[in-house]
């Protein structure tokens, strides 16, 4: 299946998307679309006959529990509403604890990577045939960019990926820019990654941008692409010829003109690159612990509590588990705060806009040891709440817009700090 030269179709950017020349096909966050109908502007683009790929962000097929069937079966739906050839999702997990750890389920509002161990990689194929079971299309999976690792791995990026492949068929979404913030963070060599890859497996290619920050590089997908990672495209090209190669770019929209630019710079690369065929390098496999030790059951529970510490870690401030570096584990923590603080000023900006320049701060203090609840809207709602309770803003007037804007969206009157104390006392009682 040939897909060609494509970019990532986000509603800030359709008028700019549609009127992009030589685009092939877009793929579109499938989350962000309804099941049932399509943004005029995808439609637009379907009728021309511009394919559009789903790819899915929440179905954490890295964690520990079973695919979610509700989340399997919209995914499916918008494959079908789609006519795509393909849909796409994550090698990662974004949720842990729930049943199998007797604790609350903590959502990481982000992809956290998984463990290359032989109890993740089990769980993680046995979460990739249950989806399968589940599409009307074939599945490709991405490698995701990490700020930390996990102690005590024991296979490569490479031999985990491989051994995914022919576990169980599912296809590759490899993610040039990825591979770059591994090297920088993890010192990972892309080069090496690509020997050991099953390149024949590769669905399609993702180029993004990102920024250096400490010696830590961000995955931003909100900053031009760079020239290491078009060298990682280019080091992917001379291994195989993609069968389509995807621009993303999820905030800071550039004009049109920007785009169609690094567009032409990744057509560029493609084009400078000779492909070689050389054989993969297989790296000699460790030895797999003995099988009678580590039945189905028993991989889930230890992928369970291992994920839910590493989560409760950087959600819920619960001390760091051992083995991980406690400074990556603050740039983790601190990064999916933020990430949080800009989605619910995306999903409610009027409260950036009555809070001004403390918004931020604000909300990341408010977010400091507080979970993701259900959803960012409750987040926006829970933040709103607590600021009200602290008698927060300081100012009047910011007090009462405040005021009015939760109000409209939950409840006559905001609580104060005597009504919050009361609902817990009575969520104690009822409990017991």
């Not at 579109?28 to 109908?37: F, S």
């Not at 992809?111 to 299309?137: F, G, H, I, K, Y």
Request: hydrophobic share 40%.
């Amino acid at each position: 299946m040939k897909l060609g030269i494509g970019i990532g179709w986000r509603p800030e950017i359709a008028d700019a998307v549609e009127a992009l020349p030589g685009i092939d096909w877009v793929e579109a966050v499938a989350e962000n679309l309804c099941a049932d109908h399509l943004p005029e502007s995808l439609g637009r683009l379907r009728e021309r006959g511009v394919t559009v790929v789903p790819h899915g962000v929440s179905l954490g097929l890295g964690g520990a529990d079973r695919p979610d069937p509700g989340r399997l079966a919209g995914l499916a739906a918008r494959a079908e509403l789609l006519g795509t050839p393909l849909v796409t999702e994550h090698i990662a997990f974004v949720r842990a604890g729930g049943p199998l750890t007797a604790s609350p389920v903590l959502e990481a509002g982000h992809l956290l990577p998984v463990p290359r161990t032989w109890d993740a990689l089990e769980t993680l194929c046995e979460n990739v045939r249950v989806a399968q079971d589940s599409l009307p299309v074939p599945l490709a999976l991405e490698n995701i960019a990490a700020l930390i690792s996990w102690p005590d791995e024991e296979l490569t990026e490479g031999q985990f990926l491989t051994e995914l492949v022919e576990r169980t068929g599912v296809r590759l979404l490899i993610d040039v820019a990825n591979l770059h913030t591994n090297h920088v963070n993890l010192g990972e060599d892309p080069a090496t990654a690509l020997d050991e890859l099953p390149v024949e497996a590769i669905a399609y290619v993702h180029v993004a941008g990102g920024v250096e920050k400490d010696g830590v590089w961000h995955d931003t997908h909100a900053h031009p692409v760079t020239r290491p990672v078009l060298d990682v495209l280019g080091e992917l090209r001379s291994r195989v010829d993609p069968p389509g190669v995807l621009l993303e770019r999820d905030d800071a929209f550039p004009p049109a003109g920007e785009l169609a630019g690094e567009l032409s710079a990744i057509r560029s690369t493609l084009a400078s690159v000779t492909v070689t065929t050389t054989p993969r390098q297989d790296r000699p496999l460790p030895a797999r612990p003995p099988e009678q030790a580590r039945s189905v059951a028993g991989r889930r529970d230890r992928t369970a509590v291992a994920q839910t510490a590493l989560l409760s870690s950087l959600v819920a401030g619960t001390p760091a588990p051992d083995g991980f570096d406690p400074r990556r584990l603050g740039v983790q923590r601190r990064a999916l705060a933020a990430k949080r603080a800009e989605v619910v000023a995306k999903l409610a900006p009027e409260l950036p806009g009555i809070l001004g320049d403390g918004y931020r701060a604000a909300f990341l203090t408010y977010a400091r040891n507080r979970p993701l609840p259900a959803g960012h809207h409750r987040d926006a709602l829970d933040f709103a709440e607590q600021l009200l309770i602290e008698g927060r803003p300081a100012e009047d007037a910011a007090r009462r817009r405040l005021t009015r804007w939760w109000q409209d969206r939950t409840a006559p009157r905001p609580p104060g700090r005597g009504a919050r104390l009361a609902r817990a006392a009575r969520t104690t009682l009822l409990g017991r």
